[in-house]
């Protein structure tokens, strides 16, 4: 049983897959120049890039599978994996470096019992490090799915997931 | 920094570790230096296939002037007066911590052992990150299967430090030719127990011979469960191929006589396929492979 | 988003059309006083879209609507105080501060939307200033009214940043009022590209992106070039970490980079352009996206623009998130769809870039600078600098000094100018270092602040302009974490093809890791500097050959950090983890209990009104206690 559900559910994210890859290319086109972009738009939809978007992709695009797959793999806006609800990335660019934020995500590290680039069990959070945000003036500044924090503390970050996870609840109750 | 020739004509002078020979203008220092006797050594170059100047291994030094640069020779195009010193104390010390840091990647390929023989290298300081490890990612995999085989199956994935050659990720477009393999300088790649194991649990029941997907023999089926390292076909075809990989012929890129020698081998021919010509050879192949690269 | 004017998005067929317009647009309206809220992407960080909505509210309230105007403009530079608001006023409508003097141009910084009701009826009802809210400088705890009086601002030269803080950038209408697309009309109806490019050598534009290439001499080997396909490229993927003035200019004012780019696309005979921007900036993604819409409604892009012979269309392409396509070839093979990969430029992109036809590549500070250059005259330009790096330069300031931000000043001024009288220095009292040209720049030390800023004069001491990031560091800084931080932000953007950007990266980050945690050897010093020199002399790209610069510099002007480390086992700045205590100052200590409750290991013990103590072997040293404590009862020794 377990079995015929895994691939019950393996159909239906190909079937979504091939949808979302479809629009994606009605969208921004069927050329190369697109690649990455349409990457982004399943991405940001699928919350990760599944096989089956990749080989609908290479299809649409008449692109060998292989090279979709090394550009999957090459750029850090891509997963292979399911990303978490949320995605909270850490700037360690060089300004918020000096204000510590290596303690900011050492603090995230611990709170969510997770390392970076791995996401929580909950399928609630996605720890992350990013290059620079370029909020540098407002260093040491979090991402989480594209709000900025800026002026962050260890005490701060701490408190940061239970924040979220309120927010987020107060927002379905609306 | 590429001059325009000063000279008219497309024949140019240039100084190769002190000596003036004659080359045509934009022709490749590799080429030229090895013709007129240099020992330079490389591990990602191979005739034929794009240049890719991943190892540097090849770096010499080109001076013009007071100008002086390091390049690697296998993609630099020359240019009258250039000056090359291809084995000072300096483009030695070069080689030897490329040696270096690719011993500790593949400490046990015979080439880099022989290397770092010739260069009088005897340890590594490079962490060793995965012992099993055997690849130096000079990418000839990558290229032979994209420029020449064109079946696209083989790939980089991932990027610095986590960089490595996907071999098993597309196996569907694999069509078996070994030719990843054979170029391979340090035996990375597992022809026999691996990639054909992949290759045999992809095509089942309904066995190609890999050298009909390679379109060296009209369409016919393996009669020896893909054990190719112990077939009669795959020795008689691999001996007339000698001295380069079968594939290599089926593109036509060398040795091309021996095509057609091979395609009237009548033992491979199944009787439903007997009368196939070139025509219907690549109709049975067609969706299995992608067209050759034009290159 | 549509423009406040959606009946003058007229199809512009010539140069006359284009005065007409903008004539239309300066008209008597446009006395009203304006708003001028930063909404760069800093600013929003600070929350300053709430304010912008109270605004909006307030004024509707106070039936003002129609009698002032608010403009979200673009990045204003001063990041750190935002979220910003300048107000602008006609001479009639000046407001007095508290002397008495007259001002029309009032800048608040930290504005709260409960302060925005009191701002609009102070400045436009009772003509006052609100003294307690404006901006009080560092130095002297002295406030200041207006925006270009003070100190940050004051030192700077604005010349590509000029309109960034008076436009909306989601209006062309805004851009074409202040004079906007006067070069490429200029350059369309009077002059021949040769005449261009012959403006722009004369110049002496280097490129901004870091190279420092002469940009006329770029153009003239694209446009000599044989093909009829050609490519005129933006690198708008601003990678290096703690630089973002690429940013700021393409989210807060898009067309003046268009405007360059189509200038460029004359002068080279291209008639395809990309746009390639950082993934991380969606702000400028949507800005140049919706700049790129208006300028073809009105025709300023496509085909015959403003009725010449010239054609030429832009595409915004969002990169995939990876430093080495700031890289020219590596940018390239992303835009076709590839692995950002370099390749050799043994044969310049010029001749053979994107997809193999000659191709230019500009930064977009160095495209922002072309329809300055047109208008103002090259001699202008060449004016400003010194011998061999002419014109002004964006700077982002940030790291230990007191004003962090943006800053646009000519080439020449010092880079002790610049952290002093435009930073406000630093809080601790002295620089220590400024790092410059991103992670693949290299450290300065104080004694060599004098020197000017100059693409030469930085490649000199070791470092290099980049792109502009300069990085103020004081004595809490520790050097050999600097270089090991830039190390493993390189060693995870290299791309992994070459051996000794891979190889090399990976074993001076094993290195400084060992040196960090007090593990070092001398020799590991000896060893550190030969494989920076492999690496600079024999890696495949910029990335590689500079990616050693850190390690370098540091190793040369601050080796006795270095032997610290690995000798006393003891970092002098106090910040290498391994290699620090936190201890609690019995004296300074109030009880208050405040350290204990945010240990999280429960390192710290005490009752309410005792002094804690710590227990080191249970410390993490996050550093937790210290930063909660306000009594500096916790220092880190």
Redesign the interface.
């Given at each position: 049983m377990a079995v015929e559900q895994a691939i019950q559910e393996t159909k239906l994210v190909a079937d979504e897959a091939v949808r979302v890859v479809d629009d994606a290319v009605a969208n921004l086109g069927a050329s190369?120049?697109?690649?990455?972009?349409i990457?982004?738009q399943v991405q940001r939809t699928m919350g990760y890039l599944p096989r089956a978007a990749l080989r609908r992709i290479a299809e649409a695009?008449d692109?060998?599978?292989?090279?979709v797959?090394?550009?999957a793999?090459?750029?850090?806006?891509?997963s292979l994996e399911p990303r978490g609800r949320r995605v909270i990335s850490v700037c360690?660019?060089?300004?918020?470096?000096?204000r510590?934020s290596p303690?900011i995500l050492?603090?995230l590290e611990?709170?969510l019992g997770i390392e970076v680039g791995q996401t929580t069990d909950d399928g609630e959070f996605t720890l992350l490090k990013?290059?620079?945000?370029?909020?540098?003036?407002?260093?040491p500044?979090i991402d989480v799915n594209?709000a900025?924090?800026?002026q962050m503390?260890?005490?701060k970050a701490?408190k940061l997931p239970d924040q979220l996870l309120k927010e987020d609840h107060r927002g379905t109750q609306k | 920094m590429i001059k325009n020739p000063t000279t008219p004509s497309d024949t140019i002078t240039i100084t190769l570790d002190g000596q003036p020979i004659t080359a045509k203008k934009g022709e490749i220092l590799l080429d030229v230096a090895r013709r007129n006797g240099a020992f330079i050594p490389t591990l990602c170059h191979l005739d034929g296939l794009t240049p890719y100047g991943a190892c540097r291994l090849c770096t010499v030094k080109v001076k013009h002037g007071s100008w002086s640069k390091f390049v690697t020779s296998c993609n630099y195009p020359i240019w009258d007066g250039l000056e090359v010193e291809t084995a000072t104390d300096e483009v030695n010390q070069n080689r030897k911590l490329v040696i270096e840091a690719l011993l500790s990647r593949a400490p046990k390929a015979p080439v880099l052992q022989n290397l770092a023989k010739t260069y009088g290298v005897t340890t590594t300081r490079f962490p060793n990150l995965d012992p099993a490890e055997k690849c130096i990612l000079c990418g000839l995999c990558v290229r032979v299967c994209d420029d020449v085989v064109g079946a696209h199956a083989i790939g980089f994935v991932g990027r610095g430090q986590d960089r490595r050659v996907g071999i098993h990720i597309n196996d569907a477009a694999c069509i078996g030719c070994g030719a990843c393999s054979y170029v391979c300088p340090t035996d990375a790649i597992d022809m026999e127990s691996v990639t054909v194991g992949h290759f045999r649990d992809r095509w089942g029941e309904d066995r190609p011979c890999r050298y009909s997907l390679m379109g060296l023999l009209p369409g016919s089926v393996c009669h020896n469960n893909y054990e190719c390292w112990r077939c009669e076909t795959d020795q008689t075809i691999m001996d007339l191929c000698q001295p380069v990989h079968p594939v290599f012929v089926a593109r036509g890129i060398d040795n091309a006589g021996v095509r057609s020698v091979i395609r009237k081998m009548s033992v491979m021919i199944p009787p439903d396929h007997e009368d196939c010509d070139d025509g219907s050879t690549d109709e049975a192949t067609a969706g299995q492979q992608s067209p050759p690269s034009d290159t | 988003m549509e423009p406040r004017n959606e009946a003058t998005m007229q199809v512009l067929t010539n140069v006359a059309d284009l005065d007409a317009l903008r004539a239309s647009l300066t008209g008597p309206q446009d006395d009203r006083p304006v708003v001028a809220l930063c909404a760069g992407t800093g600013c929003r960080a600070s929350g300053c879209m709430k304010v912008a909505e109270q605004f909006e509210k307030d004024l509707d309230d106070m039936g003002l609507t129609d009698k002032v105007r608010v403009v979200h403009t673009g990045c204003h530079g001063f990041c750190e105080q935002g979220p910003l608001v300048v107000f602008r006023l006609g001479k009639d409508q000046a407001v007095a501060d508290a002397d008495g003097n007259e001002h029309t141009n009032v800048f608040y910084p930290h504005v709260k939307p409960t302060r925005v009701r009191k701002l609009i009826e102070a400045t436009i009802e009772q003509r006052h200033t609100v003294d307690q809210w404006l901006y009080r400088e560092p130095k002297h705890n002295e406030s200041v009214v207006a925006e270009q009086d003070i100190p940050f601002y004051k030192h700077q030269h604005r010349l590509v940043f000029d309109l960034n803080g008076q436009i909306d950038p989601t209006d062309i209408h805004d851009y074409i009022a202040k004079g906007g697309y006067q070069a490429l009309a200029k350059v369309l109806g009077e002059q021949d590209p040769e005449g261009v490019i012959d403006q722009v050598t004369k110049s002496g534009l280097r490129g901004r992106g870091g190279g420092g290439f002469p940009t006329g001499k770029k153009w003239a080997e694209c446009r000599s070039a044989p093909g009829s396909l050609k490519y005129v490229m933006c690198n708008a993927d601003e990678g290096d970490p703690g630089a973002f003035m690429d940013r700021s200019v393409l989210e807060g004012n898009p067309h003046q980079v268009i405007e360059g780019m189509i200038i460029g696309s004359f002068a080279i005979d291209a008639h395809e352009g990309y746009i390639y921007v950082r993934d991380e900036y969606p702000l400028a993604v949507l800005h140049a996206t919706i700049a790129l819409e208006q300028a073809e409604k009105l025709g300023l892009l496509g085909d015959h623009i403003l009725g010449s012979g010239h054609s030429f269309r832009i595409k915004v392409v969002r990169g995939g998130g990876a430093f080495v396509c700031g890289e020219s070839t590596a940018l390239m093979a992303s835009l076709e769809g590839k692995m950002g990969e370099p390749r050799a430029k043994y044969v310049h992109t010029a001749r053979e870039g994107l997809w193999g036809q000659p191709s230019n590549l500009n930064n977009v500070e160095t495209w922002a600078n072309i329809p300055l250059i047109i208008n103002q005259g090259w001699e202008a330009f060449a004016d400003l600098g010194t011998e061999g790096s002419k014109g002004t330069k964006i700077f982002s300031l940030v790291g230990k000094v007191q004003s962090t931000g943006l800053v646009e000043i000519p080439m020449g001024m010092s880079l002790r100018e610049i952290v002093e009288d435009i930073g406000g220095g630093v809080a601790t009292g002295t620089v220590k270092a400024v790092q410059t040209g991103g992670p693949s720049g290299g450290c300065i030390p104080e004694p060599l602040l004098d020197m000017p800023v100059d693409f030469d004069e930085l490649t000199r001491v070791g470092s290099m302009m980049g792109s502009g990031g300069l990085i103020v560091m004081d004595r809490t800084t520790c050097m050999v974490d600097v270089a090991r931080y830039f190390v493993e932000f390189l060693k995870g953007e290299s791309c992994g093809k070459c051996v000794p950007c891979r190889s090399g990266l990976g074993l001076m980050h094993e290195i400084l890791e060992r040196i960090c945690h007090g593990e070092g050897k001398l020799e590991d010093l000896d060893t550190l500097e030969e494989v920076g020199q492999w690496m600079s002399k024999t890696s495949l790209c910029a990335l590689g050959t500079s990616a050693p610069n850190p390690v370098l510099s540091t190793l040369k002007y601050f080796r006795n950090e270095y032997e610290a480390h690995i000798t006393e086992h003891r970092c002098p700045a106090g910040v290498c983890q391994a290699l620090i205590t936190y201890r609690v100052v019995a004296e300074n200590c109030t009880g208050c209990g405040l350290c204990v409750r945010v240990c999280p290991t429960q390192a710290l013990k005490g009752a309410p009104k005792e002094v804690p103590t710590l227990d080191p072997d249970t410390c993490i040293r996050c550093g937790a206690c210290m930063e909660a404590c306000r009594f500096d009862a916790i220092v880190r020794e």
């Amino acid at each position: 049983m377990a079995v015929e559900q895994a691939i019950q559910e393996t159909k239906l994210v190909a079937d979504e897959a091939v949808r979302v890859v479809d629009d994606a290319v009605a969208n921004l086109g069927a050329s190369a120049d697109q690649l990455i972009a349409i990457l982004q738009q399943v991405q940001r939809t699928m919350g990760y890039l599944p096989r089956a978007a990749l080989r609908r992709i290479a299809e649409a695009l008449d692109m060998p599978f292989m090279q979709v797959f090394q550009v999957a793999t090459f750029y850090k806006a891509f997963s292979l994996e399911p990303r978490g609800r949320r995605v909270i990335s850490v700037c360690t660019g060089t300004a918020c470096h000096v204000r510590q934020s290596p303690l900011i995500l050492e603090a995230l590290e611990r709170k969510l019992g997770i390392e970076v680039g791995q996401t929580t069990d909950d399928g609630e959070f996605t720890l992350l490090k990013v290059g620079c945000l370029g909020a540098c003036a407002l260093g040491p500044v979090i991402d989480v799915n594209g709000a900025v924090f800026g002026q962050m503390t260890v005490a701060k970050a701490e408190k940061l997931p239970d924040q979220l996870l309120k927010e987020d609840h107060r927002g379905t109750q609306k | 920094m590429i001059k325009n020739p000063t000279t008219p004509s497309d024949t140019i002078t240039i100084t190769l570790d002190g000596q003036p020979i004659t080359a045509k203008k934009g022709e490749i220092l590799l080429d030229v230096a090895r013709r007129n006797g240099a020992f330079i050594p490389t591990l990602c170059h191979l005739d034929g296939l794009t240049p890719y100047g991943a190892c540097r291994l090849c770096t010499v030094k080109v001076k013009h002037g007071s100008w002086s640069k390091f390049v690697t020779s296998c993609n630099y195009p020359i240019w009258d007066g250039l000056e090359v010193e291809t084995a000072t104390d300096e483009v030695n010390q070069n080689r030897k911590l490329v040696i270096e840091a690719l011993l500790s990647r593949a400490p046990k390929a015979p080439v880099l052992q022989n290397l770092a023989k010739t260069y009088g290298v005897t340890t590594t300081r490079f962490p060793n990150l995965d012992p099993a490890e055997k690849c130096i990612l000079c990418g000839l995999c990558v290229r032979v299967c994209d420029d020449v085989v064109g079946a696209h199956a083989i790939g980089f994935v991932g990027r610095g430090q986590d960089r490595r050659v996907g071999i098993h990720i597309n196996d569907a477009a694999c069509i078996g030719c070994g030719a990843c393999s054979y170029v391979c300088p340090t035996d990375a790649i597992d022809m026999e127990s691996v990639t054909v194991g992949h290759f045999r649990d992809r095509w089942g029941e309904d066995r190609p011979c890999r050298y009909s997907l390679m379109g060296l023999l009209p369409g016919s089926v393996c009669h020896n469960n893909y054990e190719c390292w112990r077939c009669e076909t795959d020795q008689t075809i691999m001996d007339l191929c000698q001295p380069v990989h079968p594939v290599f012929v089926a593109r036509g890129i060398d040795n091309a006589g021996v095509r057609s020698v091979i395609r009237k081998m009548s033992v491979m021919i199944p009787p439903d396929h007997e009368d196939c010509d070139d025509g219907s050879t690549d109709e049975a192949t067609a969706g299995q492979q992608s067209p050759p690269s034009d290159t | 988003m549509e423009p406040r004017n959606e009946a003058t998005m007229q199809v512009l067929t010539n140069v006359a059309d284009l005065d007409a317009l903008r004539a239309s647009l300066t008209g008597p309206q446009d006395d009203r006083p304006v708003v001028a809220l930063c909404a760069g992407t800093g600013c929003r960080a600070s929350g300053c879209m709430k304010v912008a909505e109270q605004f909006e509210k307030d004024l509707d309230d106070m039936g003002l609507t129609d009698k002032v105007r608010v403009v979200h403009t673009g990045c204003h530079g001063f990041c750190e105080q935002g979220p910003l608001v300048v107000f602008r006023l006609g001479k009639d409508q000046a407001v007095a501060d508290a002397d008495g003097n007259e001002h029309t141009n009032v800048f608040y910084p930290h504005v709260k939307p409960t302060r925005v009701r009191k701002l609009i009826e102070a400045t436009i009802e009772q003509r006052h200033t609100v003294d307690q809210w404006l901006y009080r400088e560092p130095k002297h705890n002295e406030s200041v009214v207006a925006e270009q009086d003070i100190p940050f601002y004051k030192h700077q030269h604005r010349l590509v940043f000029d309109l960034n803080g008076q436009i909306d950038p989601t209006d062309i209408h805004d851009y074409i009022a202040k004079g906007g697309y006067q070069a490429l009309a200029k350059v369309l109806g009077e002059q021949d590209p040769e005449g261009v490019i012959d403006q722009v050598t004369k110049s002496g534009l280097r490129g901004r992106g870091g190279g420092g290439f002469p940009t006329g001499k770029k153009w003239a080997e694209c446009r000599s070039a044989p093909g009829s396909l050609k490519y005129v490229m933006c690198n708008a993927d601003e990678g290096d970490p703690g630089a973002f003035m690429d940013r700021s200019v393409l989210e807060g004012n898009p067309h003046q980079v268009i405007e360059g780019m189509i200038i460029g696309s004359f002068a080279i005979d291209a008639h395809e352009g990309y746009i390639y921007v950082r993934d991380e900036y969606p702000l400028a993604v949507l800005h140049a996206t919706i700049a790129l819409e208006q300028a073809e409604k009105l025709g300023l892009l496509g085909d015959h623009i403003l009725g010449s012979g010239h054609s030429f269309r832009i595409k915004v392409v969002r990169g995939g998130g990876a430093f080495v396509c700031g890289e020219s070839t590596a940018l390239m093979a992303s835009l076709e769809g590839k692995m950002g990969e370099p390749r050799a430029k043994y044969v310049h992109t010029a001749r053979e870039g994107l997809w193999g036809q000659p191709s230019n590549l500009n930064n977009v500070e160095t495209w922002a600078n072309i329809p300055l250059i047109i208008n103002q005259g090259w001699e202008a330009f060449a004016d400003l600098g010194t011998e061999g790096s002419k014109g002004t330069k964006i700077f982002s300031l940030v790291g230990k000094v007191q004003s962090t931000g943006l800053v646009e000043i000519p080439m020449g001024m010092s880079l002790r100018e610049i952290v002093e009288d435009i930073g406000g220095g630093v809080a601790t009292g002295t620089v220590k270092a400024v790092q410059t040209g991103g992670p693949s720049g290299g450290c300065i030390p104080e004694p060599l602040l004098d020197m000017p800023v100059d693409f030469d004069e930085l490649t000199r001491v070791g470092s290099m302009m980049g792109s502009g990031g300069l990085i103020v560091m004081d004595r809490t800084t520790c050097m050999v974490d600097v270089a090991r931080y830039f190390v493993e932000f390189l060693k995870g953007e290299s791309c992994g093809k070459c051996v000794p950007c891979r190889s090399g990266l990976g074993l001076m980050h094993e290195i400084l890791e060992r040196i960090c945690h007090g593990e070092g050897k001398l020799e590991d010093l000896d060893t550190l500097e030969e494989v920076g020199q492999w690496m600079s002399k024999t890696s495949l790209c910029a990335l590689g050959t500079s990616a050693p610069n850190p390690v370098l510099s540091t190793l040369k002007y601050f080796r006795n950090e270095y032997e610290a480390h690995i000798t006393e086992h003891r970092c002098p700045a106090g910040v290498c983890q391994a290699l620090i205590t936190y201890r609690v100052v019995a004296e300074n200590c109030t009880g208050c209990g405040l350290c204990v409750r945010v240990c999280p290991t429960q390192a710290l013990k005490g009752a309410p009104k005792e002094v804690p103590t710590l227990d080191p072997d249970t410390c993490i040293r996050c550093g937790a206690c210290m930063e909660a404590c306000r009594f500096d009862a916790i220092v880190r020794e």
